[in-house]
């Protein structure tokens, strides 16, 4: 388990909640094949949390871009840095690399808590504190 409360990630928007929630899921399972070692499930899930989170950086995008969000290019700038850790683990890992943990490390670290814990964050205390 990556140990995320939902509530510290509610962005109030529903589609926004679901990809979250859809991306953590899909997290939870290739941490838990890792664990178990079911190593032939992890490229089928590594593919779908490549599929959902494109459709979700492309969503949150524009709803930063909706609400006049300010540091809208430099939160684009780290949707495109995971993109690329993400594509490059992927590959290496297609390619036989040893790279589990580092791709653990990476989904829990940059991914969950660097950047939704705290980048995402920052753009639903913006919409909050505009919404007053
Ligand atoms: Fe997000
Ligand atoms: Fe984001």
Do not use: C
Not at 67 to 75: R, V
């Amino acid at each position: 388990m990556f140990h995320i409360d939902v509530k510290d990630i509610s962005t109030d928007i529903l589609v926004l909640d679901e990809q979250h929630a859809k991306i953590i899921n899909i997290m939870e399972d290739l941490k838990a094949s890792v664990s178990n070692y079911h190593y032939e499930n992890v490229e089928t899930l590594l593919n779908s949390l490549h599929e959902v989170s494109q459709a979700h950086f492309k969503d949150e995008e524009a709803y930063m871009l909706s609400i006049g969000y300010p540091e809208l290019e430099e939160h684009i700038i780290e949707h495109r840095k995971l993109e690329e850790k993400a594509k490059k683990l992927r590959e290496d890992f297609k390619a036989g690399q040893p790279v589990l943990m580092s791709i653990i490390a990476f989904l829990s670290r940059d991914w969950l808590r660097q950047h939704v814990k705290e980048s995402d964050m920052k753009y639903v205390g913006f919409q909050k504190q505009g919404a007053k």
